[in-house]
């Protein structure tokens, strides 16, 4: 059955393209603009504005997360450390009432270094975990038995130990290779154990000649500069210790790397919650009371930090041509990990974008286009004849109004409606 979206302004990715029908069948969009077929169910768009699905580049997943994700219209997840390797994935694939996911497995970090520093001592992370230490994002419920069980954990101190652990992570099905350079400045553990220079270099190295992206997370000046020396992809975090310099961003932008700046989650390293979020009734409706209580949490490991300054950040990687690209760092249901929810937070990024000086065609372009194309996501992103049909309808103009896009009226998976 082909489905007819028309009389809505499309907004396809890169840029407003007007009033456009928009013709989907088999999972794939079919045309844009032209005349549609007669035979075709017909859904009118009128007043709404239609958007490729948007993905979220910086999450730790699990399957009901997945799930809430797709009611904010987020259709696919980038797993930054989490088990939903390529292996661990086709049930997800082929399940249009899931968020897509790729995923990194586990990070390179240094033994006893980030993320162990994350979980307070004593607290029982078993209830978050199914069948193969699967994270299920905290209901509890049992992980899916199809699983290829869980992927390796590369904790590496030597260049040839970061070197061998690389066609393992391949091999294991990592979509793209995630170092940690982070000494616990920002999380409130300084002097953590961390990557150095030469481990760094050779690991991003063999992650390059096997054809991979390396993906480093980063939260201060300094280990955004080891991490560009050492030829990174892109920047998993964008740093917030201190002001940016004309010098650092100068560095960033002539590397090529892209920074996914998860605004909000800075913001809540800073003791922010989402308690507004959380307070709009277009987010509190999908949210169960775990999400609800998580998002008006937060992680508040840096309260000195100034969010003005990471604003500005995002102002001059922009004007400097990095691409910025929107991630929320979200994990699991807990308030001490809290000011953030799947699929909701995507939307509060995107404000922050916005408030960074970004254009709301550009915020969007960080949620969708520019997140595709800089993870080789070739399929999807965009509202293009061919691609899948991952597309967000919501009403009014959020490329006037950014706000608008939780104004949520229909979200299509691979051309399948959400119900609801």
């Known amino acids: 059955m082909k489905t007819a979206i028309v009389n809505a302004r499309v907004f396809d990715g890169e840029r407003p393209i007007g009033p456009a029908g928009v013709l989907v069948g088999d999972g794939r969009i079919l045309a844009v603009g032209g005349d549609m077929p007669s035979d075709a169910e017909v859904v009118d768009a009128a007043g709404a504005t239609l958007l490729p699905g948007l993905i979220d580049a910086h999450v730790h997943t699990g399957e009901d997360s997945l799930a809430l994700a797709l009611t904010f219209g987020v259709t696919t997840e980038l797993e930054m450390q989490g088990m939903h390797t390529r292996h661990n994935r086709a049930h997800i694939e082929d399940d249009d009432t ?39 994002a905290g209901n509890g419920a049992p992980g899916d038995r199809r699983q290829a069980g869980p ?15 690389i066609p393992r992570l391949v091999a294991s099905g990592s979509d793209y290779i995630k170092f940690m350079v982070d000494d616990g400045t920002v999380e409130g553990h300084p002097g953590l154990p961390m990557l150095d220079q030469a481990t760094l270099n050779a690991g991003v190295a063999e992650a390059h000649r096997h ?38 961003i100068r560095l ?45 949490g937060s992680f508040n490991r840096y309260p000195q930090g100034r969010l003005d300054d990471v604003l ?11 691409d910025v690209l929107a991630g929320t760092d979200t994990s699991i249901p807990v308030p001490f990990l809290g000011g953030l929810a799947p699929g909701a937070s995507v939307h509060h990024e995107l404000g922050y974008l916005v408030r960074a000086g970004l254009a709301p065609s550009a915020a969007l372009h960080a949620a969708t286009a520019a997140t595709a194309r800089r993870f080789r996501l070739d399929d999807r992103g965009r509202i293009a004849p061919g691609l899948r049909a991952d597309l967000l309808l919501v009403d ?24 609801g």
């Open 98 to 136: 899931l968020a897509d996911v790729r995923s990194a497995g586990f990070g390179l970090t240094a033994p006893g270094g980030h993320p162990s520093e994350l979980l307070p001592e004593g607290f029982d992370i078993r209830p978050f975990l199914g069948p193969g230490g699967r994270a299920s």
């Open 312 to 322: 500005a950040s995002v102002a001059a990687l922009h004007e400097a041509g990095v």
């Open 396 to 419: 009014g103009d959020p490329t006037t109004a950014i706000g608008d896009t939780l104004n949520i009226r229909a979200v299509w998976r691979r051309g399948a409606r959400l119900a």
């Open 151 to 165: 992927p390796p954990e590369p904790h590496v101190s030597t260049p040839g130990e970061a070197v061998a652990w």
């Open 211 to 248: 054809g991979m992206l390396a993906i480093a997370h980063a939260l201060t000046v300094d280990a955004t500069r080891m991490a560009i020396e050492a030829g990174v992809d892109g920047l998993a975090h964008l740093f917030m210790d201190r002001p940016h310099t004309p010098e650092i």
């Open 252 to 296: 960033i932008a002539d590397s090529g790397a892209f920074v996914v700046a998860c605004v909000c989650l800075n913001a809540s390293l800073m003791g922010m919650t989402g308690e507004a979020l959380a307070d709009d009734p277009r987010v509190s409706r999908r949210l169960d009371d775990r999400w609800d209580k998580t998002l008006r």
